[in-house]
């Protein structure tokens, strides 16, 4: 049986410690999705309204992907 020690592995595997690289690799990934998902969560929910709470909002239906991506 063999027994593997901390010492095996490199330091910049220690846990907790993710690179600067590896963190900007993940934000770069994770950040556009986590957009994507907001946009469509927000478009559903607009898209809930009746006409009248859109008249009352200002808004029109074509305006609803602008502002759930935009916010204006």
């Known amino acids: 049986m ?3 020690t901390t010492s095996a592995f490199p330091a910049t595997l220690d846990a ?3 690179s600067p690289s590896l963190t900007k690799a ?3 990934i994770v950040g556009p999705i986590a957009a994507y998902m ?3 969560r927000n478009l559903r929910e607009l898209e809930g309204l009746s006409e009248e709470a859109l ?3 200002g808004l029109s ?3 609803l992907p602008r502002v759930a991506r935009w916010g204006h």
Do not use: M, V
Request: no cysteine.
């Open 38 to 40: 907001r946009t469509r």
């Open 61 to 63: 239906r074509s305006d």
């Open 55 to 57: 008249k009352d909002i």
């Open 16 to 18: 907790g410690k993710a």
């Open 26 to 28: 993940i934000s770069a």
């Open 2 to 4: 063999t027994t593997l």
